[in-house]
């Protein structure tokens, strides 16, 4: 059959001519024209979509007209037009016309028609365009030789367009890492950009681990890239773990400034006020969360650990009154025993950093004991301390606590210098005895306010003292005036606050 459709048959014997009718060679001739007619029409786009048997009877009634009212055709001419009828009635059933697709001299397949063609290039153009994320244009030589094909011979448009990719030298299939759908590498094994995870995660992975996941979404597809991609493993680790800023938080402790805090951290100040905008910098209090700048990798590990362990179970208390102790005050009788549990948990980490513990089960060991607790019922006297300090005054700060440059060097300061105009009136911190009242030195005249446990506030640079050694002094009493005694420069009280003898910065206690 493939001889019928691509070679026309000739046959070499010919009849004689006859006195009726036209010579043998004649209706040969007229029936080679039809076909080569029947054949210009195959190569059109609708000639054999139509009924080619059809066809071939129309080129048999129009013969048939040619002849009318003759003698019947002779033979030969008649089996040869009775061979174009059959094989157009053939072809017209089994076959279709196509396009052999050819690129750089290799057939690639059979396709239904030109602008099928020109459709896939156009898409694999547009798909290359994308990966590449530059206009691209196919560079290969293209070519379609018409041919006849059975339907279901045709070559899957897909297969053409993964075949001409496969011809694209700037774009290659591979196994690709993406991060949050961004491009990090390539590797030809799958293999390859597993082991690379897993070396990430390796640090914070133990025994313990229940399970491992990313701060960012991860996949690894077979996708076409640029050749060009990244493809050193190392080269992507370094990639992965490239610090980023991000911000914590942290709990103010006591002792603690808002620049130590900024120094600590590797920030200026600026950086750091940028972060707690609604933070009054010089009125610090334990207990404060702040914003602290924090850097972090690209992509985080979190992990998972089951872990079990002993907890103390906390003593359960019972207060009782004592008349001999003043209100606030308080005394162990007994401290207890603390019970004991076997907890397991759920534990998640962030880059082995502990971000929440979740209990699974908890079995009490061993029962606590009661803790029993004496508190004082006996009415609190005005002067005696609550343990809370409130600001001396209200002023401008001009020197804070720690290490600041005057009188031409370099000294560290103890407390807090406070700026009033002269004569202001200066306020007991809390409550207390007085310890000292008079001049001292560098302080010039002094007040010194012991609070128990160990706690002491000191007012110097006063120009009068309201108080002596030995009184008591109830918060917010007034108990000297602003001055410029001593080592100043101006009007000011100087503020501090010892805890055991050691100066502690004023703004990370005062309310």
């Not at 896939?120 to 547009?126: C, L, T, W």
């Not at 279901?152 to 496969?166: G, I, K, S």
């Not at 640090?203 to 996941?213: F, H, K, L, M, R």
């Not at 005394?331 to 004991?340: T, Y």
């Amino acid at each position: 059959m493939d001889e019928i459709l691509r070679t026309p048959q000739k046959d070499s014997r010919l009849h004689g001519p006859r006195k009726d009718h036209a010579p043998a060679d004649g209706w040969a001739k007229r029936i080679e024209r039809l076909k080569d007619r029947w054949s210009e029409r195959l190569e059109g786009a609708g000639a054999l979509k139509g009924d080619l048997a059809l066809q071939s009877a129309r080129v048999y009634h129009r013969m048939h007209s040619a002849v009318a009212g003759k003698p019947k055709m002779a033979p030969l001419p008649f089996l040869a037009l009775a061979a174009v009828i059959g094989v157009a009635g053939v072809v017209g059933t089994l076959y279709s016309p196509a396009y052999v697709l050819t690129v750089d001299g290799v057939d690639v397949g059979v396709v239904q028609s030109k602008s099928v063609c020109q459709e896939i290039e156009a898409r694999v153009e547009s798909r290359a365009s994308q990966i590449l994320g530059y206009d691209y244009t196919i560079d290969h030589e293209v070519t379609y030789e018409l041919a006849l094909t059975k339907r279901e011979d045709l070559t899957p448009t897909a297969d053409v367009e993964n075949y001409l990719f496969d011809q694209i030298g700037a774009i290659t299939k591979a196994y690709t890492l993406r991060v949050d759908g961004q491009l990090v590498g390539m590797a030809q094994d799958r293999a390859a950009l597993d082991a690379l995870l897993d070396e990430l995660a390796a640090p914070y992975v133990n025994e313990n681990t229940i399970a491992v996941d990313y701060t960012k979404t991860v996949h690894i597809t077979q996708e076409y890239v640029p050749s060009d991609s990244e493809q050193d493993t190392a080269a992507m680790m370094a990639a992965l773990t490239a610090n980023t800023n991000g911000q914590t938080t942290y709990e103010v402790q006591a002792g603690d400034t808002f620049m130590a805090l900024a120094f600590d951290n590797d920030m200026t100040m600026a950086e750091m006020e940028a972060l707690n905008p609604d933070i009054d910098i010089n009125k610090l209090y334990i207990g404060q969360i702040l914003n602290i700048k924090e850097e972090i990798p690209y992509l985080g590990v979190q992990t998972v650990d089951s872990l079990t362990y002993t907890e103390a179970i906390e003593c359960p208390v019972r207060e009782v009154e004592d008349d001999s102790m003043y209100q606030g005050d308080s005394k162990v009788l007994d401290e207890g025993i603390p019970g004991e549990a076997l907890v397991t948990a759920d534990v998640t980490y962030l880059n082995g950093v502990e971000k929440d513990r979740e209990v699974t089960s908890s079995t009490t060991v061993r029962e606590a004991t009661e803790r029993v607790i004496a508190v004082g019922t006996k009415e609190r006297p005005t002067w005696y301390p609550t343990g809370n300090y409130v600001w001396p005054v209200y002023g401008t700060i001009t020197s804070r606590f720690g290490y600041r440059y005057i009188f031409g060097s370099t000294s560290y300061h103890s407390g807090l210098d406070i700026a009033v105009p002269y004569g202001t009136s200066i306020r007991a911190s809390d409550g207390g005895t007085v310890s000292f009242a008079g001049y001292k030195g560098s302080y010039g005249y002094l007040v010194i306010i012991d609070h128990g446990n160990g706690e002491q506030t000191y007012y110097g640079h006063n120009s009068q003292l309201l108080v002596s050694a030995g009184d008591k002094v109830y918060q917010g009493q007034t108990i000297a005036k602003a001055g410029s005694t001593g080592r100043s420069t101006g009007s000011h009280c100087h503020f501090e606050i010892r805890i055991n003898g050691t100066s502690v910065n004023p703004t990370a206690y005062l309310n």
